[in-house]
């Protein structure tokens, strides 16, 4: 499998005026925070790089995922996996995984979902904060996600066996953390933001692709399963 693609950029995000927090339907057209911008992640050899940076000069659909021991986040990023790169390239966008590990399981996490587009981390989660995300979950009726193969018992038991046999014996994230999509770029522009306010309720992906002219993709060819 070709090696996570990680793009070293440098420089600071241009200045952008700071949005009055507000729900996130109230969010599209407004500008990123610079101070948000700015803050950095890291890519899979550790290089720290400036948020902003990622999207400055294109488009790109940012996914921020709960933790990469995550069963339901790691199904959801073999979906992203399956993206067609030739789909991206036509309509001039980017794809963006971020997780909240350190640097070290992000070749790991790549490998075992097969996802080869760009990737990166925030060990410290400050994104996650400055965004808005939720800790913890949120009872609601998200529906059943189109990307999720396990049920819960067997999923757990992945991320738990995952969890004691990895190299590195950690969550690999805050398992109460939650993630969520945006659309952003170019330049700090957000067109698109979504908190997820569970595990389950990430935007299904053909959803996002629409809203940036991407091709659907086929997601059918998997059985369907119950949550229990």
């Known amino acids: 499998m070709a090696e996570p693609v990680t793009r070293q950029v440098s420089g600071r995000a241009a200045p952008a005026l700071t949005p009055t927090p507000a729900p996130a339907a ?19 050899r550790g290089r720290r790089m400036p948020f902003g940076a990622l999207f400055r000069e294109r488009r790109a ?29 036509e309509a001039n966008v980017t794809l963006i995984v971020i997780g909240q590990s350190s640097y070290h399981h992000i070749e790991p996490f790549c ?3 097969g996802y080869s587009h760009e990737i990166y981390v925030d060990p410290e989660r400050e994104i996650y904060k400055r ?26 038991l992945q991320s738990l066996w995952r969890a004691v046999t990895g190299p590195l014996f950690d969550f690999q994230g805050d398992p109460a953390q939650q993630g969520g999509t ?3 770029g170019p330049g700090n522009n957000i067109h698109f933001l979504h908190r997820d306010r569970n595990r389950l309720d990430h935007k299904p992906i053909n959803s996002v692709l629409q809203l940036v002219g991407v091709q659907r993709v086929d997601f059918a060819n998997r059985p369907k399963i119950i949550h229990v």
């Open 182 to 184: 945006l659309i952003l």
């Open 111 to 113: 490998k075992l979902t």
């Open 61 to 89: 659909v940012v996914v921020f995922v709960r933790h990469f021991l995550c069963y339901i986040c790691k199904e959801y990023v073999e979906d992203l996996a399956r993206i067609p790169k030739s789909f991206l390239r």
């Open 131 to 156: 965004l808005g995300m939720k800790r913890g979950e949120e009872i609601s009726t998200s529906g059943q996600s189109p990307h999720v193969k396990s049920n819960l018992l067997s999923g757990s």
């Open 26 to 44: 109230a969010e599209r057209g407004q500008p990123l925070a610079a101070a948000v911008a700015e803050l950095p992640v890291l890519d899979a």
